[in-house]
């Protein structure tokens, strides 16, 4: 039986949800496919799924394989941006913030936008970021996997993951070219590439994720250096963004069933971010036909049901 809503958020409670939501999300990913876009990525089993969420109160549940780490794919773009916000707050005019209905791997999208990234989540726009964090910070993997808690070796870039992206996308190579033809890039190409392709690579558990999105949750809170992660105008910003973009083409999709800020990746992972409440992850690796896990978006979809968790 589906859980009760509730605004509640014991550990109790989240995990009654949590029960309901992977119900949900182990039937849906059987309509997936698993991504064989990066060919180590299509020898993970279908079966697999994990879900956390971590609230602002302190409050932690998680099911299923929680502990193991992933493939996050493009839920880096999301810290890689916030790592580059850190540094660059006015990053935005170089990496966009607008909506595109165009998919995150379109070179056309670039021409129809002055050669400029609509947003820093399609490829064009990670690209970009990836390029500026390098120039600020001399290594933007590092800075990314600081941005995810990483020191305790649970966070990292699998090699092997980005051997084979760099073996087989020549996707981005081409964006990256267009990108550095239209003066839009800072390091040479050559560089660049190695580092978003490790980037992408970076293995985390979805516990993990969950506590470390909760600087986009926590209106309120600061770490214990006593500096917040980014200001509160910026948050806004990302959340805005990751709302009306994180999904892609499904984003308004997501938005109007789900109503939250959210962000996937073709491992299988979906985060996303209740303001003022707290974050879930979720790993589940079938596609769907837009690119998003199925399993993620329907358990996260039942766990915002449960929870009352909207923006709207």
Known sequence: MP????????????REYLDAAHIQGLRAARTGVVSRQVP???????????????TVDGAEAHIGESDAGF??????????????????????????????????????????????????FVNSGALVVTDRLLMHSGDAVSATVEMLGGGAG??????????????????????????????????PIDVLLPQY????????????????????????SEPSGGQAVLDPATVRRVNAVLLM??????????????????????????????????????????LDGDGNSAGGVAAIEEFARCAGWSVF
């Open 3 to 14: 859980a009760t809503c509730s605004s509640q958020t014991s550990g109790k409670q989240l």
């Open 245 to 286: 973009s994180g999904m892609y083409g499904a984003a308004g999709d997501i938005a109007y069933r789900i109503g939250l800020p959210a962000k996937s990746g073709i491992g299988g992972g979906v985060l996303a971010v209740m303001p003022g409440r707290g974050a879930v992850c979720v790993w589940s690796p079938p």
């Open 154 to 187: 649970e966070v990292f870039s699998d090699p092997r993951v980005a051997q084979s992206e760099i073996d087989t996308d020549h996707r981005n190579s081409a964006i990256a070219h267009v990108l550095a033809e239209h003066g839009r890039l800072v390091n």
């Open 197 to 220: 392709f490790a980037q992408c690579a970076i293995t985390a558990s979805v516990r993990t994720l969950a506590r470390a999105a909760l600087f986009l949750a926590d209106r309120d």
């Open 40 to 54: 180590a990525l299509a020898e993970v089993s279908a079966t697999r799924f994990a879900m956390a969420v971590a």
């Open 71 to 120: 493939s996050i794919q493009s839920l880096s773009k999301l810290f890689a941006l916030c790592a580059l916000l850190r540094h660059e707050p006015e990053a935005w005019p170089a990496v966009g913030w607008g909506p595109s209905d165009a998919g995150y791997g379109s070179v056309a999208d670039l021409e129809h936008n002055d050669w400029r990234p609509r947003n820093p």
